[in-house]
């Protein structure tokens, strides 16, 4: 699809001035309008008329400037100009694309590094906290948007900036000598968090343990060895459990440079910015005043503590700086939540001061929250709820669920138990990258988890059920063909049904799909095209009997059985959902 989506645009780009990218096209609503629709709404002002008038003069247009591929017809409907793909051209084309290679097949995916550079950061939670389930939003999309990124040919480098640097540490390192921790003593993180719990409250009722723990992490950020060893065994829980969360969720990263890793770009840092008499004083800070975008004054960035630390901005900017003179990338995503707007702001700011134009090629997208619909969740004190925690509460869910179905009782306890963590998993994180990124996620588990709902597990149901067909087939000798060889252009003209092709186009959009989230930065982009992928499966499936037919026909069908598992399973492996196979 994406080859006549390029047809489409390149036609445009003959009579329109401002440029037109594939990703500009939207998907008509009724395939009976059109393959892909040009939406008019934002030229009517330029052309001083209304959309639909904007639509026929294109659409006139392209045809007076002969401007049209043969491959395409064209039609102005109301406010879009649409597109049309001849039936027998796009139902061939496709199905060799969708077929071509062994095992998931290459459809949509383009070489990698043959788009230019991209670092993305994400997941970047702090160290000596488990991770909390709203760290699953900017995991889950980052980690997406990094195996879309590179499937897509883009060279992607993924970074995970701890937070483990800051007074928090200090004061991490006062609970140890105030409650006389050995250094060579394993905690867990459950004691670690406990530690500094306990040595807050003592905190309040003893403010000189504020300033010592102030005072720490100033030794720290010299390079103490008996203060940095404690912060590094911090670190060292921390990753040990973070990495069982992310070996969980399929999850890893290229480099993990926490705060911490810039610690000695600090101080040439803050000369650089004296030197360029950025840095000004206020109240002993040393700031940098700043404004957003549209030049409107900001609070001011602050680099330099009156007692000399630096802060999380000051890493910030060094880490900018550190990643543009190694990547010299094409863009730089920070995937991190809202809450953190004005600081991406002042960040920016201040690099643009700086004279770093590479800025422009920064963005923050920001993530949103959770909000719990389960009394046992949303009333914990300080709604601390950890991603582990979630996933346990939607296993014992899909265990009830699946004790009531008949297969399951054939399964091996090992077989049952894996399953029970694969479908768990792809619930939560398909209901979490199902939801606009900036939007707060509303955690229901009943919901999350049905069977027949938009769900995770309603996609791997529909996978498991295209391996169960191919199967059955194989076991009846139906299919003789390998998966791998199952294109035959001598069959496509069995398939006449209007279900049949419009399965076909659906399938053919996942290039389109996989842009739209790229630019967009939004996962829910891919997560409600495979929705669309598996209720146009269905549509198919009740109209068209595969096994059992005349031999030619049932044929003809698996081929678009086989085009589907590989679409479902390309598109859910890029999004992190495991795929079990069976349920
Ligand atoms: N550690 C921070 C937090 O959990 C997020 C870090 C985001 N990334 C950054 N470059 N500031 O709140």
């Known amino acids: 699809m994406e080859r006549f989506a390029k047809l489409a645009a390149r036609a445009l780009n003959q009579v329109l001035e401002t440029p037109i990218q594939p990703s500009d096209l939207e998907t008509p609503p ?4 059109g393959d892909f629709g040009f939406p008019c709404f934002r030229l009517a002002k330029q052309f001083k008329k209304g959309p639909p008038q904007v639509a026929q003069q294109l659409v006139a247009e392209l045809k007076a400037k002969n401007a049209l591929p043969q491959d395409l017809t064209v039609a102005a409907v109301g406010p879009y100009v649409n597109f049309t793909v001849p039936q027998d051209k ?21 070489q990698e590094g043959s788009r230019g550079s991209w670092v993305l950061e994400y997941s970047s939670p702090n160290v000596a906290k488990p991770l909390n389930i709203y760290h699953l939003r900017p995991t889950a999309l980052g980690a997406a948007l990094d195996r879309i990124g590179r499937f897509r040919g883009f060279e992607v480098f993924s970074i995970n900036h701890l937070g483990d640097w800051g007074k928090q540490y200090g004061m991490l390192s006062v609970a140890f000598r105030h409650f006389n921790i050995p250094l060579d003593q394993d ?9 500094y719990v306990r040595i807050n409250a003592e905190a309040e009722k003893n403010p000189a343990l504020e300033e010592e723990a102030r005072q720490d992490f100033v030794k720290l950020e010299k390079g103490d060895p008996a203060i ?61 005043p700043v404004t957003d975008r549209e030049g409107h004054e900001l609070p001011p960035c602050i680099l330099q503590k009156t007692d000399g630390g ?39 700011a201040v690099l643009k001061q700086m004279g770093c134009d590479w800025v422009e090629r920064c963005e923050h997208v920001p993530t949103g929250l959770y909000r719990f619909k389960d009394a046992k ?14 996933l346990e509460l939607a296993k014992e869910r899909v265990t009830e669920l699946l004790a009531k179905r008949e297969s399951a009782t054939e399964l091996s306890p090992e077989a049952a138990a894996a399953i029970t963590e694969a479908v768990a998993v792809g619930a939560v994180v398909f209901h979490d990258l199902s939801t606009d990124p900036a939007r707060d996620v509303e955690f229901d588990v009943e919901r999350v988890v049905d069977f027949e709902g ?20 194989r076991e009846t000798g139906q299919l003789t063909a390998s998966e791998d060889a199952l294109f035959d252009e001598r069959l496509v003209a069995r398939l006449q049904k209007p279900e049949e092709l419009a399965l076909v186009k659906t399938l053919g959009m996942l290039p389109l799909h996989l842009e739209r989230t790229l630019s967009f930065a939004k996962a829910s982009q891919l997560a409600n095209y495979l929705i669309d992928v598996t209720q146009a499966f269905g549509a198919f499936y009740r109209e068209c009997k595969v096994l059992g037919e005349e031999p030619e026909l049932t044929q003809a069908r698996l081929m678009l059985v086989e085009a589907t598992r590989r679409i479902l399973a390309r598109g859910l492996s890029l999004i992190l959902i495991p795929l079990p196979e069976r349920m």
């Not at 969740?377 to 979630?390: I, P």
């Open 187 to 195: 905690l867990s993180m459950r004691e670690l968090v406990d530690l």
């Open 30 to 33: 009724d395939p009976k309008m």
């Open 90 to 110: 796009l139902l061939g084309a496709l199905l060799r694309d969708l077929l071509a290679g062994a095992g998931l097949g290459t459809y949509g995916k383009l």
């Open 377 to 390: 969740m949303s009333t914990r004190k300080g709604n601390f709820v950890t991603l582990e925690e979630v």
């Open 454 to 473: 938009e769900t995770g597990p309603y996609l791997q149901y529909a996978h498991t059920r295209c391996l169960s067909i191919l199967r059955k087939a």
């Open 310 to 348: 630096t802060t999380y901005a000051t890493r910030d900017v060094a880490a900018a700086l550190f990643r543009q003179e190694r990547f010299r990338f094409d863009r730089m995503t920070y995937i991190v939540g809202g809450e953190q707007k004005l600081h991406f702001q002042q960040i920016f």
């Open 228 to 288: 940095t060893a404690f912060w590094q065994k911090c670190v060292r829980i921390s990753l040990r459990e973070f990495d069982r969360a992310y070996g969980r969720l399929g999850v890893r990263f290229d480099h993990i440079w926490g705060e911490s890793f810039y610690r000695e770009q600090l101080p040439p840092l803050l000369d650089a910015l004296r030197k360029k008499g950025l840095l000004v004083e206020s109240e002993g800070a040393q700031v940098v």
